[in-house]
């Protein structure tokens, strides 16, 4: 029997978003944010059309899931204000029922002994700043530093751990190149724009809190550890480490070293998209790194050299034209979601932090697993027996052991998600949750299997097999 005991004073818990789970309902003051408006557009484009709306109805049942955290055994919890709950125009008049909100969700955590674990951003943007150009403008880079200030002094007191976004990278690409989020374009240019906007922005966060608060801010990344086809082959070695630049050292590298990666500038120059800068902005960035990471893994990225000559795959510019994708057979699939699962990638992203950037304190802070369908699996007392889940944490937390065994400064884990919620153009198809939400039935919550197995390896502190 092997025993995997973690570090002490290891963070369990969960990670969640406002946008996701809180709903919006009469009178709460929430201003319109990007999904509102896209799902009022164009409501086919959501999974059996269903909205934000309502999302998991958090808003209403957050006092009880206080508690459903405690039942799993949560010492912390993250997830995020809504820059339009609050400041419902993105700028100007603050509202009050949502301060009042905010304040009784971190005083509860707070009672009841979870950490609460804040993001000032996650994919949320007001429909009043996108009309001026959302993350492209700098006018919402000064918005967005006013917005996080305001939440700074609202809830520092008692808020030490803070992060300036959610996998900034998810804006960019879904919004600029892939087409997952709105606006819905295909144009490097501005994704590489909206990258560096955001990355100012969270520099800018980052000089503000240390200015003038006590705690900890870090950032939220989506790692996606990235494999060559053949590691003995020169070429596809290169492409898969220009994948890297594009998709996980663009914003590792600002973040934690202050500077953008030579081999990513030297391309974008390349391509003359350059974004609009000034010297000043570049100062500001080397001076306001990260206290610590958060690391989201879900899936590794496997690559292969071009097999056309290096050109335009599509009518634009695209991080492809730079290598290919490879799809390697025998590969553990999650079906659900299309991801494939590969438990030693976290022990990869690990030693990467800890032998690349200073083995700077991190923690991992979403991994989990999507499933469609979970009803299939409800026994005769009404729980859904997710044993897939369970082996999946099991999976990823020997290899988070090993690294941690080595010497990575990892602090803690916290799996995607608390309960069942809205993912974006998804929205309920895949549930990730350690509860179940019947929506059907205004949110009622039900406790997973692996809620159980949660509680007692945050109680053990880790797990025997
Ligand atoms: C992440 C994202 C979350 C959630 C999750 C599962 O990329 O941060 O908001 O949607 O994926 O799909």
């Not at 705690?215 to 790692?223: E, P």
């Not at 099991?394 to 988070?400: F, I, W």
Request: overall charge negative; some cysteine; glycine content about 8%.
């Amino acid at each position: 029997m092997t025993v995997y005991r973690f570090p002490k004073d290891f963070f369990w818990g969960s990670a969640s978003s406002g946008p996701q789970t809180e709903g919006r309902f009469n009178n709460d003051g929430k201003g319109d944010n990007i999904w509102d408006y896209w799902y009022r557009q164009e409501p086919d484009k959501f999974f059996n059309q269903v909205g934000p709306d309502k999302a998991s109805y958090g808003y209403i049942h957050y006092k009880e899931d206080i508690q459903l955290m405690k039942k799993t055994g949560h010492n912390s919890f993250r997830t995020s204000i809504q820059w339009s709950r609050l400041i419902p125009d993105g700028v100007g008049s603050i509202n009050q029922k949502a301060v009042a909100f905010y304040n009784d969700f971190i005083d509860e955590l707070i009672a009841n002994g979870i950490e609460p674990f804040i993001n000032l951003y996650h994919f949320d943007m007001p429909v009043a700043l996108q009309e001026e150009g959302g993350w492209l403008s700098r006018k919402t880079i000064d918005a967005y530093v006013y917005f996080a200030q305001t939440c700074f002094q609202l809830f520092g007191d008692r808020v030490k751990y803070w992060f300036t976004h959610n996998e900034p990278i998810v804006p960019a690409e879904g919004g600029y190149l892939y087409q997952f989020h709105y606006p819905n374009e295909q144009n490097l240019k501005h994704a590489v724009q909206v990258a560096f906007n955001e990355a100012l922005a969270s520099a800018r966060a980052i000089e503000k809190y240390h200015q003038t608060q006590d705690g900890k801010i870090g950032i939220i990344l989506n790692v996606t550890p990235t494999y060559p086809r053949d590691k003995n082959n020169p070429e596809d070695v290169k492409a898969a480490s220009i994948a890297d630049a594009f998709f996980n050292r663009s914003f590792l590298d600002p973040a934690i070293k202050g500077q953008f990666p030579k081999d990513l500038v030297t391309i974008i120059k390349e391509l003359d998209m350059i974004p609009h800068h000034t010297a000043a902005d570049l100062e500001v960035i080397s001076k306001n790194t990260i206290d610590f990471l958060g690391v989201n893994y879900y899936q590794p990225r496997r690559v292969q050299a071009k097999e056309k000559a290096i050109g335009k795959t599509a009518n634009q510019p695209m991080p492809e034209d730079y290598f290919d994708y490879y799809d390697m057979p025998g590969k553990k699939m999650n079906p659900y979601r299309g991801w494939e699962i590969y438990e030693k990638g976290i022990y990869d992203i690990m030693i990467t932090i800890r032998d690349d950037y200073g083995n700077i304190p991190c923690f991992i802070s979403e991994n989990g697993m999507g499933v469609e369908g979970e009803e299939r699996y409800v026994n005769k007392d009404g729980q859904i027996e997710d044993d897939y889940r369970i082996e999946f944490i099991k999976g990823h937390l020997r290899y988070l052991h090993q690294a941690i065994e080595e010497g990575a400064n990892c602090l803690g884990y916290h799996l995607w998600t608390f309960m069942d919620n809205w993912s974006w153009t998804n929205a309920y198809k895949n549930r990730y949750g350690l509860i179940a939400v019947n929506l059907d039935k205004q949110g009622e919550r039900t406790i997973k299997k692996s809620g159980y197995f949660f509680k007692e390896l945050s109680k053990y502190n880790g797990f025997e097999d």
